[in-house]
């Protein structure tokens, strides 16, 4: 049965609004109309109580632009190892230094066999990235890294160990991810570890919590800064299936949320049916509440129509996350729904800690695609951002692009999305299928190898991916990108701005004024790394800009290709304005999206030099020092 409440809401608003006819009617129709009125109150509170059918669930009404816009900044490349796929990345924000960045990825970079993690590091906002390897990669093969920040600044960095058991390694760092100090062993951590800092100044603040999962969800804490952990505590949960572990919170009083999903097996329908559970522990992750049914949804997987490409199997978790303001007690939580159009990201939201919830809303009208690994996070002005992959220009479903959305007001409705990422990705690439050396396994009679690929595990690039807001309240969406055809990790800024003074606040406004100069020794050139075929003498190389003045450069931006040697037809001019992106200028320390450049060259006639003539435009105004 569906319930249509815009119908519903019609007819009890047209009867309310007869009031004046009210002393016409005799007293039995007036107890009628009281009696429906009355019932259909009572059905609209139920349908909203448990979820059923209706508008809510069905693509909202985007607000139109003149409310609020989504900025979109330049992509920018985390990882410079071009050739090696990097998978499931995750992030984190220095809350004492909002230009300190923390990620990190599994990467297929393992010395002898296999993956491991890497670290990746930012100490100017998110325009340049230091990585580090660990020594444990000799030893180990690791995955599902983790990164997080203390309250005083400290970071955190735990990845998951196998080969000699299932290991926790636990790293600390005191200068954002620069330097790690040796690490701790965790000997009884499970599978798919997720943490969460207690960042309030409560009775627990500062203590580190981990969840993961065998046949069920444990949870560990440490409470003396990764000196120690305890011995994982079982959280309870009575029903039968397989079991899986979701990303855990700490609310504004230090309450510790573990939600967990399970689904059947055998299944009982097809496809499975997913439950979300979740539980609290008010003592610092000793002890736990009774687990409390949130989400229910058919299990979303390769669709049967994308049999050629199957890479749309991964990226399907739900994701919590919580409004940061503290006397704003609101839960948000998404999901990857099957439809018959298909995979659809859904959303929700309690205001009461989980016991009760919002109707799902889909955050995107539909669209012929399907909508997979998705990222949230709420800024400090409380807007939610959802992020996600998108293959509505692929019918099929062979690349994606990354789309972002947001709501202003708590959920109810959502912008118009907005495409982040500026080239389209294509996951079945040459270095996502290249089978990788080797690891071993021990059988009865020797060694079993292994050969992976990125592309045949994790076709979508991991089971997560991360977003996270910056001190401005900007969102910093952080994906495995694959433009390349190898998985990279790349990141953007994205700034939902909700008034018009605002923009003109933020500088997104191009002042009056302006003049194009030669801005030669105001800018550095930047590459990302090139790729080459020997065979054809062809190669291309993503040519970027970095502001290295104390003013802001408008555009357009523009490179005149003065003298040019050792190159077969260079172009006579690069044009950096469309890599602004949304921005109508480069701002102070920033770099612009990256220009695809290609050339024809021979080693024999030397490699390509070029001189370059940039011109920007500039104005020595009142505050154009000011901000980025």
Not at 194 to 204: E, F, I, N, P, W
Not at 271 to 286: A, C, E, K, M, N
Not at 449 to 465: L, M, P
Not at 601 to 625: C, V
Request: net charge neutral; proline share 9%; aromatic share 10%.
């Amino acid at each position: 049965m569906r319930l249509d409440r815009q119908r519903m809401y019609y007819f009890l608003t047209k009867g309310l609004n007869m009031t004046r006819f009210h002393q016409q009617l005799d007293r039995e129709h007036c107890i009628l109309f009281a009696a429906y009125s009355v019932v259909f109150c009572l059905v609209l509170l139920m349908t909203r109580q448990v979820g059923l059918a209706g508008p809510e669930d069905q693509p909202p009404i985007p607000r139109p632009d003149s409310v609020a816009r989504i900025w979109v900044e330049p992509n920018i490349l985390v990882s410079l190892d071009c050739d090696i796929p990097h998978l499931e990345p995750t992030l984190a924000v220095n809350p004492r230094d909002p230009m300190n960045m923390l990620g990190a990825a599994i990467v297929f970079a393992r010395p002898g066999a296999g993956h491991t993690c890497k670290t990746y590091a930012s100490k100017d906002g998110g325009y340049t990235w230091l990585d580090t390897a660990f020594p444990e990669r000799l030893t180990f093969m690791s995955a599902d890294p983790q990164v997080a920040f203390s309250p005083t600044g400290t970071a955190y960095f735990l990845m998951l160990s196998t080969g000699r058991g299932m290991t926790g390694h636990f790293y600390r760092s005191t200068d954002g991810g620069l330097n790690w100090k040796p690490p701790v062993a965790i000997s009884n951590l499970g599978d798919y570890p997720q943490m969460v800092v207690d960042s309030t100044s409560g009775k627990y603040g500062g203590r580190i919590y981990i969840s993961s999962h065998e046949s069920q969800t444990f949870v560990m804490h440490s409470a003396d800064d990764c000196q120690t952990f305890s011995k994982p505590i079982e959280v309870p949960n009575r029903n039968k299936g397989i079991v899986s572990n979701l990303n855990p919170l700490v609310f504004a009083d230090g309450t510790l949320f573990v939600p967990f999903k399970v689904w059947e097996e055998p299944p009982k329908q097809n496809p499975p049916l997913v439950t979300v559970y979740f539980v609290t522990s008010h003592d610092g992750g000793v002890s736990f509440s009774e687990p409390v049914k949130c989400l229910e949804f058919p299990l979303a997987g390769k669709e049967s129509r994308d049999r050629e490409y199957p890479f749309i199997g991964t990226g399907l978790s739900p994701v919590f996350v919580l409004d940061p303001r503290p006397a704003i007690h609101r839960l948000y939580a998404a999901w990857v729904e099957p439809r018959p159009e298909g995979h659809r990201v859904m959303l929700r939201f309690s205001t009461d800690g989980g016991a009760n919830w919002s109707a799902p809303k889909a955050v995107a009208p539909a669209e012929k695609g399907s909508q997979y690994q998705i990222m949230l996070a709420v800024n400090r002005e409380g807007t939610v951002g959802v992020a996600w992959f998108d293959t509505r220009d692929f019918p099929r479903l062979d690349k994606y692009d990354l789309y972002f959305t947001a709501s202003p007001d708590g959920g109810e409705t959502f912008l118009q999305p907005r495409k982040v990422s500026s080239e389209p990705s294509a996951p079945r690439g040459a270095g996502n299928v290249m089978p990788y050396p080797p690891y071993a396994r021990r059988t009865g009679t020797g060694l079993e190898a292994h050969f992976q690929t990125a592309f045949g595990r994790w076709g979508a690039g991991g089971d997560y991916s991360a977003m996270q807001t910056d001190a401005d309240g900007a969102f910093r969406p952080f994906w495995p990108d694959s433009r390349s055809g190898t998985f990279q990790i790349q990141t953007a800024r994205v700034r939902v701005v909700q008034r018009a003074d605002d923009e003109a606040a933020l500088g997104l406004k191009v002042p009056e004024g302006l003049t194009a100069r030669p801005v030669g020794t105001k800018v550095a050139l930047v590459a990302d790394p090139p790729r080459y075929d020997v065979q054809k003498q062809e190669g291309e190389l993503f040519l970027r800009l970095r502001n290295t003045s104390p003013d802001r450069l408008y555009g357009p931006i523009r490179a005149r290709v003065a003298k040019a040697t050792g190159w077969e037809q260079p172009p006579a001019e690069i044009d950096f304005t469309p890599a602004l992106a949304d921005l109508p200028y480069l701002a102070p320390g920033a770099l612009t999206g990256g220009v695809r450049v290609r050339f024809k060259s021979t080693e024999a006639k030397g490699w390509p030099i070029a001189t370059l003539e940039i011109t920007a435009k500039t104005a020595e105004i009142p505050g154009n020092q000011k901000g980025r």
